[in-house]
T-cell receptor, first 115, second 113 residues
């Protein structure tokens, strides 16, 4: 089954404790992206990657890191989480092809609480 | 910079009635436009997209959207709403030169029996 998986689905942690949220897709997609969803703000893009070893900042990259060492994986790293990073996080992927009109496939989400 | 506005936080409609969820956009040049739906405790699912050509785009679950370049709008429509259509709907825009995708804040659709 074609899908985007995220782990963990739920995480409660404390300020300053480094964490990683994993994202993996099995569709051989070049493009992957991370979003956070907050009430009243919709989805905001954190980082995206156009292919292996190619990443770029989205609208809200502060406090986050990403890496793209393999095509299928795109982990989101919070080196020192803070309470304002409490949010619902989504990973997404799409084909890149020759243009940017391909729809994105979303993972189920990771609900993160930072105390 | 590109952006999307969804002017209504919530839309209420009776089952069987037509529904419209509004979206306006701002982008330099011609846009790619998308609608996604999010059911409770789920990720976003793609509904439909406008790339070029016919201004009326048909998508999943009987939804359609009309691209209006002069009004910079891309409203989502359905002729007859179902209770199961109740969900959160997001409009998104991407310009044709980049890969960043900007989402609106979402509109909660409630269809009552």
């Amino acid at each position: 089954e074609a899908q985007v998986t995220q782990n963990p689905r739920y995480l409660i942690t404390v300020t300053g404790k480094k964490l990683t949220v994993t994202c993996s897709q099995n569709m051989n997609h070049e493009y992957m992206s991370w979003y956070r969803q907050d009430p009243g703000l919709g989805l905001r893009q954190i980082y995206y990657s156009m292919n292996v070893e190619v990443t770029d900042k989205g609208d809200v990259p502060e406090g986050y890191k990403v890496s793209r060492k393999e095509k299928r994986n795109f982990p989101l790293i919070l080196e020192s989480p803070s309470p304002n990073q409490t949010s619902l996080y989504f990973c997404a992927s799409s084909l890149r092809s020759g243009s940017s009109y391909n729809e994105q496939f979303f993972g189920p989400g990771t609900r993160l609480t930072v105390l | 910079a590109q952006s999307v506005a969804q002017p209504e936080d919530q839309v209420n409609v009776a089952e069987g009635n037509p529904l419209t969820v509004k979206c306006t956009y701002s982008v330099s040049g011609n846009p790619y436009l998308f609608w996604y739906v999010q059911y409770p405790n789920r990720g976003l699912q793609f509904l439909l997209k406008y790339i070029t050509g016919d201004n009326l785009v048909k998508g999943s679950y009987g939804f359609e959207a009309e691209f209006n370049k002069s009004q910079t709008s891309f409203h989502l429509k359905k002729p007859s709403a179902l209770v199961s259509d109740s969900a959160l709907y997001f409009c998104a825009v991407r310009d044709r030169t980049g890969y960043a995708l900007n989402f609106g804040k979402g509109t909660s659709l409630l269809v009552t029996p």
